[in-house]
């Protein structure tokens, strides 16, 4: 694994750079190291770090509930790249959900169009006036990395194609990110598939997950977020405080999304507000090293021989649970 989480990234740089002088097998990758330059030292205590969240908003209703959140909740929040885009509508669909909290200031862009339709589920939902958002992710990206010295947050609810486009156009930039990703699975309930985040663009997965390695990223997997403690239905609490006269516009979003997620699936469990929440450090979350693979799927499994990953492994779910219901509130 990258080293422990907080440690100063430019002394892992220094280490791989310098394998090139001992190793020719490593010279490729320290002379690629040597032209990107070192990352950033931490960010000083006193700046705020700013924050990206990469989402498919407009699928399953976790990913706006933890937008919601975020844009309640995290003054940091800078910017929102959306991933496995419906032609542009789930950056619309995110702009709107941003409005309505008062972020205003959070800029959105469109990623790319996978091509995928079936988890599309707040159809004319954002109002016509809503307009199409700009689609320059990797500049984007840059300019909120150019806000600080240190670090930029970002949180991964979606696929991994847009981390796959900043390496491909900006490898410096994937030093200066701090990733949170929900994705992955050790024992996917469907053993036939990846991980709904993996499988939705397993080139980009199988490609990341080596390369974002040395900059200790954390995984939020879905053997700990797929757990009905977390799920949200029309019996639950949250739910039904959506449904009340005085809700806010937000809150009533909410429910219709999660109203037309309903009529296909018995609820919706929570794992991107979890993600959102180990990114902001909430104690309740328990992470491991883990060596895994990836086969050509991107289905993930435990392997002695593969690498090690920071994992989600256990979750206190009735304090998740708390927590979340605190952040919605008004």
């Known amino acids: 694994m990258g080293g422990s989480r907080g440690q100063d ?97 959070v800029r959105v862009v469109a990623g790319p169009d996978l091509g995928n339709r079936r988890l599309w589920f707040v159809d004319g939902v954002t109002p016509a006036e809503v307009p199409a958002q700009g689609t320059d992710v990797v500049g984007a990206v840059a300019e909120v990395c150019a806000e600080v010295a240190g670090l930029v947050r970002w949180v991964g609810l979606g696929p991994l194609t847009n981390l796959s486009a900043v390496q491909d156009a900006r490898p410096e930039l ?6 949170t990703q929900m994705g992955g699975a050790i024992a996917y309930r469907d053993p036939s598939r990846a991980e709904h985040n993996f499988r939705m663009d397993p080139g980009a997965a199988i490609r990341m997950l080596p390369l974002l390695q040395r900059w200790d990223p954390a995984y939020v997997v879905s053997d700990v977020t797929f757990n009905p403690a977390t799920e949200i239905t029309a019996a639950s609490p949250l739910y039904k405080r959506w449904a009340e006269p005085n809700a806010p516009t937000w809150a009533q979003v909410l429910k219709l999304h999660t109203d037309r997620w309903l009529e296909r699936y018995p609820g919706s469990m929570q794992h991107d507000a979890m993600t959102l929440a180990a990114a902001l450090q909430w104690p309740g979350i328990r992470f491991s ?10 289905r993930m499994s435990r392997s002695d021989d593969g690498l090690e990953i920071e994992m989600a492994v256990r979750v206190d779910y009735q304090a998740f649970m708390a927590w979340l219901d605190a952040a919605l509130a008004w």
């Open 9 to 105: 990234p430019r002394d892992e740089w220094t280490a791989l750079a310098g394998l090139g002088e001992i190793f020719d097998d490593f010279r490729d990758r320290s002379d690629a190291l040597l032209e990107a330059g070192p990352p950033p030292s931490e960010t000083p205590d006193n700046r705020p770090v700013p924050m990206i969240i990469d989402t498919d908003c407009g699928g399953d209703p976790d990913d706006a509930v933890a937008l919601v959140v975020a844009g309640l909740r995290v003054p940091e929040l800078r910017l929102v790249v959306t991933g496995d885009e419906v032609s542009g509508e789930r950056a619309r669909f995110v702009r709107y959900l941003l409005d309505l909290v008062g972020r205003t200031d």
């Open 174 to 179: 994937i030093a200066r990110l701090q990733v």
């Open 289 to 298: 090293g883990e060596r895994v693979v990836l086969d050509d799927l991107a």
